[in-house]
C-alpha cells in the first residue's frame, strides 16, 4: 500500500515571499502520478498541480511549483510571491495506475498553510 | 462550469439513524468517489465506483455502503449512524483516465452525529 507523509501540520509566510511545504511517499511502483491540492476555507478542493513518475522535468504552474525526486521519494511544493488567498490547507496526494478499475488517490494528513500581512 | 455536487453542506442527525448522503456530476465522468476527512488525518477513502452499479471497498469502508444507479449520482449510505462517523464527507469524480486530470470535487457535507 502507498503511504503519503506531510510533516509539517502548520505553516506561516509573508505574503510576497516564498515557502516550501514537504511532502514524501512509500511506494514499490515505478509509474505513478504526483497531486498537490488546495483546500481554502470555502472546502472546495482545488487541483493546485500534478507531476508524472516519467517525467524528469519539475512542473510549475505560474507561481506554483514541485521539487520531485524519485529515488527520495519527494515532491516538495513551492510557492513563490505568496498572496493572502494562498491560505487554505493543502494536500499532497499519490495516484497509482490501476487497470479494469479507477485510479484511486491517496492523501497526506495535509499542511495548513497561513499567509500574512 | 463542470461541477460535482453535494445534497447537503450541513447534516445533523441522532445516533441510529439510516442517513443517505447523496452526489451528482455533470461531467459525464465514469469514476465517483467517497471520502472522509478529519483533522491530522487527511482524506480517506471510503468507498469508489468505476462504472453504474460497480462498487468497490476503500481503505474505511465499515459502517457504510454505496449506490450508483445512474452514472451521474453516486450516494453514501450510513445504515446506523453512530458518533464516531461525525466527520466531514466529500464526493469527487474523475474521467476513466484520473491521472491526466485529477479529480473534481464536491464542497463537501459536514455532518454531526449526536
Known amino acids: 500500500a502507498q503511504t503519503v507523509t506531510q510533516s509539517q501540520p502548520e505553516m506561516s509566510v509573508q505574503e510576497a515571499e516564498t515557502v516550501t511545504l514537504s511532502c514524501t511517499y512509500d511506494t514499490s511502483e515505478s509509474n505513478y502520478y504526483l497531486f498537490w491540492y488546495k483546500q481554502p476555507p470555502s472546502r472546495q478542493m482545488i487541483l493546485v498541480i500534478r507531476q508524472e513518475a516519467y517525467k524528469q522535468q519539475n512542473a510549475t504552474e505560474n507561481r506554483f511549483s514541485v521539487n520531485f525526486q524519485k529515488a527520495a521519494k519527494s515532491f516538495s511544493l513551492k510557492i513563490s510571491d505568496s498572496q493572502l488567498g494562498d491560505t487554505a490547507m493543502y494536500f499532497c496526494a499519490f495516484m497509482k495506475l490501476s487497470t479494469g478499475t479507477a485510479s484511486k488517490l491517496t492523501f497526506g494528513t495535509g499542511t495548513r498553510l497561513q499567509v500574512t500581512l | 462550469d463542470v461541477k460535482v455536487t453535494q445534497s447537503s453542506r450541513y447534516l445533523v442527525k441522532r445516533t441510529g439513524e439510516k442517513v443517505f448522503l447523496e452526489c451528482v456530476q455533470d461531467m459525464d465522468h465514469e469514476n465517483m468517489f467517497w471520502y472522509r476527512q478529519d483533522p491530522g488525518l487527511g482524506l480517506r477513502l471510503i468507498y469508489f465506483s468505476y462504472d453504474v452499479k460497480m462498487k468497490e471497498k476503500g481503505d474505511i469502508p465499515e459502517g457504510y455502503s454505496v449506490s450508483r444507479e445512474k452514472k451521474e449520482r453516486f450516494s453514501l449510505i450510513l445504515e446506523s449512524a453512530s458518533t464516531n462517523q461525525t466527520s466531514m464527507y466529500l464526493c469527487?469524480?474523475?474521467?476513466?483516465?484520473?491521472?491526466?486530470?485529477?479529480?473534481?470535487f464536491g464542497s463537501g457535507t459536514r455532518l454531526t452525529v449526536v
Open positions: 469527487a469524480s474523475s474521467h476513466r483516465t484520473g491521472w491526466a486530470y485529477g479529480y473534481t
